[in-house]
């Protein structure tokens, strides 16, 4: 099994982000797709989550409304599109993926500074 992300990087406030995680290895549309993140100092949090079956959206209220996270079962790939970037959004960003046990993704460095 192997969750490999993408689209990590630097930016300024005010600015955008797309995160890719293309899963292999299982049945991604089996499996409940999430973001996490772990800020300097912090603990791990999740960020947003979305089903399977009904396709249900779950945001941290700190990025509801600036954040999307969507799927591809057809490219077992899941992404989270981030806008408005924030300074404290600023951290590692690890997708997920759950059925049961949780895979993990390597971590994308997300950076926001002006």
């Known amino acids: 099994v192997q969750l490999v992300e993408s689209g990590g990087g630097s930016v300024q406030p005010g600015g955008s982000l797309r995160l890719a995680c293309k899963a292999s290895?299982?049945?991604?549309?089996?499996?409940?797709a999430r973001w996490y993140r772990q800020a300097p100092g912090k603990q791990l949090e999740m960020v947003a989550q979305?089903?399977?079956?009904?396709?249900?959206?779950y945001y941290v209220d700190s990025v509801r409304g600036r954040f999307t996270i969507s799927r591809d079962n057809a490219n077992s790939t899941m992404y989270l599109q981030m806008d408005n970037l924030q300074t404290e959004d600023t951290a590692v960003y690890f997708c997920?993926?759950?059925?049961?046990?949780?895979?993990w993704g390597q971590g994308t460095q997300v950076t926001v500074s002006s």
């Open positions: 290895g299982i049945s991604f549309s089996w499996y409940v």
């Open positions: 997920s993926a759950y059925l049961y046990v949780s895979y």
């Open positions: 979305i089903t399977t079956l009904y396709v249900e959206t």
